[in-house]
């Protein structure tokens, strides 16, 4: 599949997980996006969209 998405556009991915199934994560150009996903799809890849966030991992304390 890292293959197939690279060859659909993609510019490069991690491959992660371990046992259950595990994930990929692929970066591509914005304009490349819909070609890629429907290639992965195409070969049984479920997309699973998200942003990164730009404040980082924030956190707080709830009264108890």
Known sequence: MYEE???AGAIGG????AGGGGFM???CR???RHKVAERLEQ?????IDFQFEE???QTW???K
């Open 30 to 32: 914005f304009d490349r």
């Open 55 to 57: 404040k980082g991992v």
């Open 14 to 17: 991690k491959i992660s997980g």
């Open 61 to 63: 304390r709830m009264a």
């Open 25 to 27: 994560m692929i970066y």
């Open 43 to 47: 070969l049984g890849g479920e997309l």
């Open 5 to 7: 998405a690279r060859k």
